[in-house]
């Protein structure tokens, strides 16, 4: 096994590869445990494998770590990782804790911990970087950094205090929102709601979207009413009015009286609408543009970075008004269509009013049908009158028609679907 010391922030993101050279997953934290004279051992790496689970690697199968990447035996246990009792994350936990010099010197913050192999081939950490108290009134300035073994440092607090959560959230800023809940339902329940409560709202909304629904009540009931409307605020109006059709009647009236109006309107539109049908699963959000537009004004609208990429894949052209429910439906331009077309060319010279919309009343079951047999994202959902009330995608279907453990499958399986109904639809995709 390689001597080579290893910084733990560079060690994570590091691909773990089997002996014949296979990639098996990617390094996202490593686990110690504190013992009383000695350093932390390090017992293990968190490592993240394919389907953005977390599984735990024993140090004792790692062969080598070595720049860049870690060379195992090829033996891991692929259960979710669970974190033990006397365990530390070094990432989640260790760094950003507050340490004081044994020689009386004042205090530093760690920054980062490195992790060598001993005498005796064990593997714990070796030297601290840490940054000191800056010394500059200037809010530009930092503190001078120092390296340090454990034994030149002691913590205030009790070993196995966590960081604060303000610093966690920090590390977890370049995360997507399905790794974030990922991340998030891998923390002890206390640890979970103190992060969730620094995550601005935007950003936990967008971690809720990922994760199962009985998590979602948990933490907005946790959060409180006030907080857990202006997260509903942020979410999807289909996904937040997927978490309110699992509250008591009486607590979703007063968390859609505590939301923005507006948005409040747009989620008790599709609570009147049963689950299992387009209504329940469609946005009442597509993009809706006037016959007059041209091919130009649709791109930009598209190619805003915040909307997700099934919506992006068409606009629905109608008649005035133009938000749900709007005026008649006359049809769909795809996104592949307006890329053959002049900027300038008008929507009405080329829709595609072949395809038939759905009823917001229309199965589950059809819409997969629909969807799988013509090709599609997403469909146009309407009204008796034919106007549109929005638009359902294929990533709406999937999350209906898979199983409720779909995000945490360990992939022994083959996922089974939970509608009978839609079997058929199942070997289309």
Known sequence: MSTQRVFVARLVGCTVFDPAGD??????????????????????????????????LS??????????????????????????????RVMSELLGRKVYFTDGSGHAVIEDAAIE???????????????????????????????????DV?????????????????????????????????????????????????RLADALEE?????????????????????????????AADVLAQLPEDQREELLELMEPEEAEDVRALLKYGPDTAGGLMTSEPIVLSADATVAEALALIRRHELHPALAAAVFVTLPPYETPTGRLLGTVHFQRMLRYPPHERLGAIIDDTLDPVTATASAAEVARLLASYNLVSLPVVDQARRLVGAVSVDDVLDYLLPDDWRSHDGDHEPVLTTPQAAPVRRRF
């Not at 629904?213 to 202006?230: F, K, N, P, S």
Request: no cysteine; net charge negative; aromatic share 6%.
């Open 117 to 151: 192999r001993n005498r005796l081939g064990e593997w714990d950490i070796g030297q601290l970087f840490l940054r000191k108290p800056k010394t500059s009134a200037s809010p530009f300035a930092k503190g001078p950094t120092t390296f340090a073994t454990w034994s």
């Open 154 to 202: 002691r913590e205030q607090a009790v070993p196995g205090e966590s960081q604060s959560a303000e610093q966690l959230v920090a590390t977890f800023s370049e995360l997507k929102a399905a790794d974030l809940a990922n991340t998030l339902l891998d923390l002890p329940d206390e640890r979970l709601l103190e992060v969730a409560e620094e995550l601005s709202d935007d």
């Open 59 to 88: 140090i004792g199968r790692v062969t080598s770590i070595q720049s860049g990447q870690v060379i195992t035996t090829g033996l891991i246990n692929v259960r979710r990782f669970q974190q033990r009792g006397g365990e530390v």
């Open 23 to 56: 990639r098996l997953g990617k390094v996202r934290d490593v686990v110690v445990i504190y013992r009383k004279d000695d350093p932390p051992r390090v017992v293990g790496l968190v490592v993240e494998i394919p389907g953005r689970r977390h599984v735990f």
């Open 211 to 239: 994760m199962p629904e009985d998590d979602q009540v948990h933490i907005l009931e946790a959060l409180g009413d006030e907080r857990a409307a202006d997260i509903l605020d942020q979410m999807e109006p289909d996904d």
